[in-house]
């Protein structure tokens, strides 16, 4: 099946409202560094609230906030280096960069050196079976965006550090747009009726770090030192 | 879509497998066909390109001679005492079902072993700033190579290194320092921060094969320097798999596993629960 993207025609209508200040910015000037403006450890709606939660995600939810608090992680697998996944490594303050190919563009996460492959060959990919980062299928839009979708996201992963659960069924719509030349906003859109009771959106703005390269992160090193794995 | 936790495990069992056999296979004649792993859904509409400068797209790299795996560097190396002492008595452990717990096998960045010999395909990526080559199915490694003449004076030792790279006619030549001196050789060898490796990547007329050349430089280990000449095939689209090591810290995994390196023993372990009761994993403090 050609990735059309029909499904999400009206998303990207919706979100084309905030496009870049007149400034013509090429697809290239998506490639550097980017690191989240402002930290985000749970993740809100648009309107600031907690995601529509079912009553059982809900109290899953809450007993993650609860061990954190009680100094128990092990519900998050980043207390042993696993993958965290998405959305999670894309709102973590850690840096990553993007890197625009014509057959994929790279997310190259600093944060044990994860990398996410996005294709662009315009067909829409079925997961092979369900990961951490999920399988990607990307199309440029008319207006410079990039639209992602990503399916096949493993229910293992939280979404944010505090907890937020989500199931397999979990698709992930993004729109990347740059606001500036340093500046990228990513739109999410979330659809998993087995966790959230309606789709929800949230939006994440980025500062280009000029100048910056991403380090060798070895979490397992770093966990080894007695400092934090994320 | 398979089940995720049955393909995981089948796939952490078929990874322990490679570990197994990457100890015999250095003996191994060639068997024809190559080493496949990886049963990734193909991507249709992938055409490689005929520009002799234009390295992106896919490839997976041919066994080295004398070898049915890819990720071999050579049958026959030219050791010095200590790396010979060393891989010999890795074998010998090995044949009494004894693992070291190597960099690579404990979830550490491969470096030269997987820039030379790739067990999984290998995903590049190129713009006119730097090259960047990923193994992402089988082991996770990235290797970010920058078009520059000079690699910076501040550099910081890492496992993968520190690559450059620049045309000679149309040959990439990558050179690469900065080692950490935890890279693996192979499962048998740890190679030193010392080590210089230098590749020269060549593509070939109908775009269908990388020649990969690369030389080792590392006096800790080799008594001259080595050069080992690889191909790298052309693939057809391939849709990324995923391979994350430190998901299922198994404790059946580092039982009777010997840890020479203190900074190699796990913190985290999975402990397997018996009937109804669910694993867990539990880590110390370090």
């Known amino acids: 099946m050609r990735f059309r993207l029909s499904l999400l025609h009206g998303l990207v209508l919706t979100c084309a409202a905030g496009a870049t200040n007149g400034e013509e910015l090429s697809r290239e000037a998506f490639n550097g560094i980017w690191l989240i403006a402002e930290e985000t450890p749970a993740l809100r709606t648009l309107d600031g609230e907690v995601p529509p939660l079912l009553p059982e995600a809900t109290a899953l939810y809450e007993e993650h906030q609860r061990r954190r608090a009680n100094g128990d992680t092990y519900f998050d697998r980043a207390t042993w280096c696993a993958g965290v996944g998405l959305p999670r490594l894309l709102i973590a303050n850690h840096p990553f960069e993007i890197m625009v190919d014509k057959r994929q563009i790279g997310f190259f996460f600093e944060w044990n050196r994860w990398v996410r492959l996005v294709d662009m060959s315009g067909t829409k990919l079925e997961p092979y079976y369900p990961t951490s980062l999920g399988t990607a299928s990307g199309a440029w839009q008319d207006d410079g965006s990039l639209l992602i979708e990503t399916t096949g996201l493993m229910k293992e992963t939280i979404m944010d550090h505090a907890g937020l659960p989500h199931s397999d069924d979990l698709v992930m719509t993004e729109t990347l747009r740059l606001i500036d030349a340093d500046t990228l906003e990513i739109h999410m859109r979330f659809d998993d009726p087995l966790t959230f009771s309606a789709p929800w959106e949230t939006k994440v703005v980025y500062k280009r770090q000029h100048g910056a390269r991403l380090k060798e992160d070895v979490c397992l090193d770093r966990i080894k030192q007695g400092l934090p794995p994320i | 879509m398979m089940d995720s936790r049955a393909f995981l495990i089948l796939r952490h069992s078929a990874c322990a497998l490679v570990s197994a056999l990457a100890f015999v296979a250095a003996e191994a004649e060639a068997q024809g066909g190559g080493f496949e792993m990886s049963a990734a859904p193909p991507i249709p509409g992938y055409e490689p390109s005929t520009d002799p400068r234009d390295f992106s797209g896919l490839w997976r790299s041919r066994p080295a001679r004398g070898s049915f795996l890819p990720f071999i560097i050579a049958g026959d190396l030219p050791f010095t005492e200590a790396a010979k002492a060393r891989a010999e008595y890795a074998r010998r452990m090995a044949a009494q079902g004894t693992q070291l717990a190597t960099p690579h096998v404990m979830c550490r960045p ?5 820039a030379i010999g790739p ?4 995903y590049v ?44 006619g149309n040959t990439l030549v990558v050179d690469t320092i900065g080692y950490n001196g935890r890279g693996v050789l192979n ?30 430089e590392d006096p800790a280990i080799f008594t001259e320097p080595v050069t080992v000449a690889r191909e790298w095939a052309w693939v057809n689209g391939q849709q990324p798999l995923e391979f994350d090591c430190e998901e299922n810290p198994r404790e059946d995994n580092f039982s009777g596993m010997i840890f020479e390196e203190e900074y190699l023993r796990p913190i985290c372990i999975q402990h397997e629960g018996e009937g109804e009761e669910l694993s867990t994993v539990v880590c110390e403090k370090p």
Not at chain 2, 187 to 212: C, F, P, W, Y
Request: aromatic share 6%.
């Open chain 2, 119 to 122: 067990i999984a395909p290998v």
């Open chain 2, 187 to 216: 499962n048998e060898v740890v190679h030193s921060a010392a080590m210089h490796m230098t590749q020269r990547i060549m593509k070939s007329a109908d775009g269908l094969t990388l020649h990969v050349e690369t030389t080792l």
């Open chain 2, 110 to 114: 491969t470096g030269v072993n997987q």
């Open chain 2, 125 to 168: 990526l190129q713009n006119s700033e730097k090259i960047v080559f990923i193994v992402m199915d089988e082991i996770r490694d990235i290797r970010q190579v920058y078009f520059a003449d000079e690699h910076p004076e501040d550099l910081e030792p890492s496992y993968g290194g520190h690559s450059i790279a620049r045309w000679d």
